[in-house]
């Protein structure tokens, strides 16, 4: 048994690590055997590499706030105080399964052609990104937070004189970090590597910029696959250190 | 003051929520319900809905795509999530970090990968062509669907484990040594405890894997540059003029994705439904 666990688990590493590793070596490659950072640094001097890429943390980070920010104060008065409107959610939170990116970037280009100031900025994407992420942050907020007795905690709170400020501060956030972690994660993660949204309404993110370098650059495009992984992998780190920290204060009271 | 707050907090809190789905959710789909079932000077027609006949192929390959590609996830990723959560902290953590980067892979750089690994001239295929084993010639293509099943497994997979370790973790010991203490072997353990309780968690996964399958298009799009017939692709194709079609035509694809998207939905809430009434939760 636990050697067969021990092959398992080894079979998923080896999926997971050999397109990393291949995409390493081609990224090397120069021509016949000879292997060098040509790529990489033909890739670094190129400055759309920087700007596309502070573009989409910059939405990351917005969708992030602003899917917490719409979704957090509704799951919670939902779990305390009107249980019937789970079903509700359940289905709100199915529908961008209902209407995936490519029928909904159809949708709302047909629909809002304005104002100007909104549409034609990339910000704008933040919009169907918190769509987007809204079943994934759903679900684990709402999971996070069934987990907690939220009655008793609250009604606690409040008999010691507790605002909603305070309850929702600082009683029911600081209980949900891991769920929050978890739903920050999964919106950085699908936020960052977005395609569709960004290629049909003609803005550069990163994977935009990608796609332009693989059509007619392989070995920068091999290069650059590594490095979105590699940025990935050490923004991910941050924020789950972050959120470990924040847990085992939590965990010590 | 106490009765307005009464009336007011609801608002403050659900409101948001409610107006945005609404705004940017629900109208720009109603939106595309109307127009495909308009002609050109606005009258009520039924020519595009039956022009999705000549789609179906598209349809059929994005169902056997989105099936395969979610039952994999679920049951590796499931299986992973089981044997990851009884490991020490970090080996968790490094799990935990790692799906969510693999999820994000997905797309045009999860593309480059697979084609640097096993595409026509990647590393493993060229590995397996000096050893004498020409994988292309066996019939494997890395640009038709069950090349396509391999890469949607790495984002697949991960997803899996984020949506499902929370109801792993939920399993407790307890019921694992009661179970043993009844004289339960391990196999009856999981067919009679384990599975049921984790059952609606594992539906409602699985539907998670089979919606992203079915919606994703920046990876088939990069791997195979729209040769091979998906609805997503199909769509983009109408979208950017790549195709003598019309807009409706458009629309109607869409429509026709969010009937199967939603039959697939439909289907799990019911079976979910039966399943809590059953477990008794």
Redesign the interface.
Known sequence: MKFGRKIFLGLVGLYFAIPLVATGVFSLWQGSNRYGFDGYTALFNQDELWTSLALSFELAVETVLASLVILVPAIFWMHLRLPRLKAVFDVISALPFVIPPIVLVAGMSALYTGPEWLVSTPHYLVIPYVVMTLPYTYRTLDVGLGALDIRTLSEAAQSLGAGWGTLVFRVVLPNLTTALVGAALLTVAIAMGEFTFANILLFKTFAVFIAFIGQSYPTEAAALTLLSFLITWAAMMGVLLGGRERAEIGGTR | MRRWRRRA??V???G???L??LS?????????LL?AFRDESGNFTLTYLEGLADSSAAFENSILLSGASALLGTV?GG??AY??CGRENSAR?FV???S??????????LA???V??VGSL???TLWFKQAGLDIYRLGFSLYGLPGLVLVY??FQ?PLML??IT??VE?LRKEWREAAEGLGAT?LQYWRMVGLPILMPSLA?AF??LF?NA??A??TPY?LTSGALSLV?IE??NV??GNVMLA?QA??AL?LG??VV??LV?LFH?LASRRLKRWTGR
Request: charged share 0%; glycine share 8%.
């Open positions: 907090l609801p403050i809190f659900i948001p929520l409610i945005f789905v940017f959710l629900i109208l720009p789909a109603g939106q595309l127009s590796v299986i992973t044997l990851v953590s935990r970090a790692f969510a980067v693999a999820a994000n892979f997905a797309g045009v750089p480059f990968a697979f640097a690994t990647g590393m493993i497994a790495y997979i984020i949506v929370p109801a939920g391990p409602s539907v998670l919606g079915f919606s298009y920046a990069a997503p769509i983009s979208l950017s807009p458009g629309a869409a994705m969010i998207m939603g939905m809430q």
